[in-house]
């Protein structure tokens, strides 16, 4: 007999199972699953073959509600095409596969401080899938063409866009949310999101067919110099190009066919990739009233002539100004009060870092402290050129008052409490080379590697202690109870995969230990 806790447990599951399935909607006549127990790592990504290269299963039949509720219970892993039959589509990722490196949290704050309209959610080999939702159908050209643009924003420019150009159907997407799995939303400061959280984000930025065409023109015309990929000036031309094509009703095939051979030279260079000229003229073309088949069959001719010709004589506006990779300055907030003087300075398109203002003023240091934290590598400027860059910001620079030492201990608590209690923990001690904490219930401690909780804690933009050396770091995990052997925090070494590795572990009874949980949503009591 079912309890009244199951029941509300259950009608909660089954409401959030229909909400997503009304937000995922896509195909009607297919969905892909496979067996947990197949996925298996190779290199770095995870597989959903075996080792007989029995993988995923396409199903012909549509993504149900109750299938729904199996994927929110861990128990069918649901996969779904963004693209109904007639080529048209409510939503659509960037899938960055990048699995070593990325930084979840940094990206969620970068797209945060952009105030774009996406949502973060880490995938199953521990990439990101990065979601645009839309409140109406679209044609797949015009979503292609805002994602191939917000690509170039984040600076994943060769990431794989889905739904892909015309003319080509696309894979089905692992759905996030997956009981059991990581596959979770990530929110700016590093947590996951619970279902209850992830559906009133995604219901919150869900937006407009106008907004995603404006998306499409912002995200390319507000590209960097400093940014990797296309060149900010090509980008900017293109896309006026492509809305004097969208406003045409004759000649609109002659001027996709001539547009992207103009701009085939810039792909020759490396400048813009092809995709992105095709996507873009691809939605212009239908804006105009063409068919999408038609638009891109004139776009692609264009576009292969002149690859085929190689070096023509038909002209070329020189190299963009700042063509290289240096580093722009957005703002400097200079922190006053602290040991020595610190500014927090935000670089345009990769977020903030906190340094002592000596090691700012010396480019090269800048620019290794970036490599380090922001992860990019930008190029050196002369003396002259970077004084200039920095006399500019401090014309409009804030200040702020560091933080007390006393604030600077409770911020530090919390933000071990919040890494050491995370829904990412590692299950044995080997995992602790993925960057997780331990939790041995049994013997009361979390263990976890000091590089792990520093990266975590003060590494990379939106980090709560960015800036605080490893130093002090140091001196506040030892201070936050006794230490030493069989204390409350104490520093060893264990053999992890055959290699002896420098570990620490704290009480797990020090901390609150406890997981966030989000109330439950008020209900009617059931019927007795």
Not at 138 to 162: F, K
Not at 242 to 258: F, N, P, Q, S, V
Not at 262 to 267: A, E, R, T
Request: proline letters at 6%; a neutral charge; aromatic letters at 6%.
């Amino acid at each position: 007999m079912t309890t009244p806790n199951e029941t509300i447990i259950n009608n909660e599951r089954r409401s959030h199972a229909a909400r997503l399935h009304e937000l995922f909607c896509g195909a009607e006549d297919r969905h892909l699953t496979y067996d947990p127990a197949r996925l298996r790592l190779v290199g770095s990504k995870m597989e959903m073959k075996d080792e007989n290269d029995e993988g995923p299963r396409d199903r012909k039949d549509p993504p149900t509600v109750d299938l729904w509720e199996k994927h929110l219970a861990g128990t069918y892993p649901l996969g779904i095409s963004p693209l109904r039959h007639d080529g048209m589509c409510r939503w659509g990722l960037v899938d960055i596969d990048v699995y070593d490196d990325l930084d979840h949290s940094a990206l969620a704050n970068k797209i945060q401080r952009a105030a774009l309209p996406l949502i973060v959610c880490r995938s199953k080999s521990g990439g990101a899938h990065v979601f645009l939702f839309v409140t109406d159908w679209i044609h797949q050209a015009e979503m292609n063409a805002a994602l191939v643009a917000i690509a170039v924003r984040l600076g994943y420019a060769d990431a794989e866009v889905y739904p892909p150009v015309p003319g080509k159907k696309g894979n089905c997407i692992n759905m996030p949310m997956l009981g059991g799995s990581e596959r979770w939303g990530v929110k700016p400061r590093g947590l996951d999101m619970s279902v209850v959280e992830f559906l009133y984000y995604v219901e919150k930025a869900r937006c407009s067919p106008a907004d995603v065409t404006r998306l499409a023109k912002t995200t390319a015309t507000t590209q960097k110099p400093g940014s990797s990929a296309p060149s900010s000036r090509v980008l900017r031309n293109l896309t006026e190009k492509c809305d004097e094509i969208a406003g045409l009703t004759d000649g609109r095939k002659r001027a996709l066919h001539d547009t992207a051979f103009l701009f085939g030279k810039y792909v020759l260079k490396d400048r813009i990739e092809p995709e992105t000229v095709i996507s873009k003229l691809i939605a212009a073309g239908v804006t105009a009233g063409l068919e999408p088949v038609a638009a891109e069959s004139h776009a692609r001719n264009g576009l292969e002539g002149r690859l085929r010709k190689r070096g023509g004589a038909d002209g070329d506006d020189g190299d963009d100004e700042n063509e290289g990779r240096f580093a722009e300055i957005d703002r400097i907030v200079m922190i006053e009060g602290g040991e020595e003087p610190m500014w927090r300075v935000t670089v345009a398109d990769y977020g903030d870092i906190t340094l002592p203002s000596r090691e700012v003023w010396k480019n090269d240091v800048f620019n290794l402290r970036c490599a380090e934290r922001l992860k990019v590598g930008f190029r050196r400027l002369s003396v002259n050129e970077w004084a200039d860059r920095i006399n500019a910001a401090l014309s409009i620079a804030e200040t702020e008052a560091a933080p007390t030492e006393a604030s600077q201990h409770d911020l530090f608590r919390d933000a071990l409490n919040d890494f050491l209690f995370d829904k990412h923990r590692a299950e044995n001690m080997d995992e602790l080379l993925l960057g997780k904490p331990y939790p041995d219930d049994e013997k009361d401690k979390v263990w976890f590697r000091f590089k792990d909780m520093y990266k975590r804690l003060c590494q990379g933009p939106g980090t709560p202690l960015q800036g605080v050396s490893r130093t002090k770091i140091g001196e506040m995990l030892r201070g936050i109870g006794r230490f030493g052997v069989d204390c409350d925090v104490h520093k060893t070494t264990a053999p992890i995969c055959k290699k002896t590795t420098e570990v620490w572990w704290v009480r797990m009874g020090l901390l609150n230990g406890a997981m966030p949980q989000l109330p439950l949503p008020k209900t009617d009591r059931p019927p007795i």
